[in-house]
């Protein structure tokens, strides 16, 4: 199949990031972008995570370009309330590379904490992840001397989603693109998959690739192709949302550079500091709590943080949880929400997006796109989504939270199916969590979901693995008593590195926002 003339149907951030990238890389194809003006937008924040800076870097778009016109401001770790237990506190999942300070890599800290059991969960983060002296003092850093961390790698945005749409469609997609605001009336179809669409205004589009970024409708892929939709509710609990935004109450002390996943009865709020407002929602199931009772439970939520909604809308979301068989099919590819959706959770609403775009982009390295590119493209975004879908379920896996039936569910769901179906390169989620938990007894890995673990608690060394591994009933921790030292002692130099930083508010307020007062 020869790919000249490209027909997105579809706009929102998906179908506007869909045609940038082509506009960018494939300057000489025919693109033709269908919007409806009907769909409203909900707005309330994107939370991005730091591979979208490889969208960026691909396309060419620098911070300073959007963040502005976007009501922007940077992210630099994930935040998780509660969800180990009832009142269990925070854990954090931080951007950029750890630091490890021993020859056992990640696992010194585990005999700091044999050492001190009264070190917090938390510390593991601390104490591996330099970034986490900007997130624990608010500041913004952007120097050289904070161990590993890069400022232009190891950071993430939060931004209002519909305005980055919007910014990429003038700055980007106009006038590189033919763009209608129409609906689709009729679609047409040949044995090669989508001949042409009729538009409601008249004209009739035809194409030689349709990319459906119509969201969960999926009216390309799912309703006209009929593609099958595996759902994940196996290990995947939510499917609603209510979402909102609210106003600062207190900017300079509430504007971090942190989502927050606030674990609630029956799902989780998050929470997205833009540099105007804030946007949150309830995540939740309706198996276990009615919509009316879920947006009660919110709203306590959010005056219990003394935020004014008196006069706040707020939007209920049916969410799709799982991903179609096939992403694409003869002449017709999935992007965004129509291809599938994991939860909000881990701010991954844009991961699939631009990482299923990267792949997308390989395609049309070679003129002609074959079988074979239609089958890799599709067992890549398959293994990407369910590897990610598994890394979120984690976070309902590894707590020990059972004050509800919600949290009982979760708990005591069954994960057999998902362990048994991992990828043996997968390295991270289940089965690295299997092999130190029960064979090694240490992680090795430099990923963020030691993090995790940690936070909660789960920890794959311990006294009785100790003696087990060295076949002695005592073990001398009086080697680790200076590597220990030095690793609090680095931690503290971190601190002391940002303490004079300005705060993020202070950052943004004059270096992104260009605000005096």
Known sequence: MIVNNIVIVGGGTAGFMTATTFVRLFPKKKITLIESPNIKTV????????????????????????????????KFTIRFTNFNKMDSGRVEYPFSNPEPIDDNRFNLWYFKKLVNPKTPNTDYADSYYPIMAMVNSNKVYKGKELGNFNFKHDT??????????????????????????SNVKDIKTNDDGIESLTLDNGDVITGDLFIDCTGFRSMLLGDVMGEEFIPYNHILPNNKAWATHVNYTNKEKQLQGVTNATALKNGWVWNIPLWSKIGTGYV??????????????????????????????????????????????KNVVAVGLSAGFIEPLESNGLYTVHEFLSY?????????????????????????????AEFVSMHYALGERDDTPYWKDNLNRNYDKGIYD????????????????IYDF?????????????????????????????????????????????????KKAWNDVVKDSPTLYEYLKKEVHNQLY
Not at 294 to 319: C, R, S, V, Y
Request: aromatic letters at 14%; proline letters at 3%.
């Open 284 to 329: 939740y199931s309706d198996k276990y709590t009615t919509d009316e009772k879920a947006l009660t439970e919110f709203k306590k939520h959010l005056k219990k943080q003394g935020f004014d909604i008196t006069q706040h809308e707020f939007t209920n979301i049916p969410m799709k949880i799982g991903i179609h068989e096939k992403l694409f099919v």
């Open 156 to 181: 993430a945005f939060h931004f209002d989603a519909t305005k980055f749409a919007l910014w990429l469609r003038d700055n980007i997609c106009l006038p590189s693109i033919n763009h209608i605001k």
């Open 360 to 388: 997308l982009m390989r395609m049309f390295e070679r003129d002609n796109i074959s079988q074979w590119d239609r089958d890799v493209y599709n067992y890549a975004c398959r293994n990407t989504f369910h590897n990610w």
């Open 43 to 74: 707005g309330v924040g994107e939370s991005t995570i730091v591979q979208f800076r490889q969208w960026l870097s691909l396309v060419g778009i620098k911070d300073e370009d959007f963040m502005k016109d976007t009501d922007a401001s940077y």
């Open 422 to 437: 991992l990828s043996p390169t997968q390295h991270h989620g289940f089965r690295e969590h299997i092999k130190s938990k």
């Open 442 to 490: 240490r992680y090795n890995e430099e990923v963020g979901i030691n993090c995790i673990s940690a936070g909660y608690g789960y920890f794959p060394l311990s006294e009785n693995t100790l003696r087990y591994g060295t076949k002695s009933e005592e073990f001398d921790y009086t080697p680790y008593l200076l590597p220990i030292k030095q690793m609090d002692d680095r």
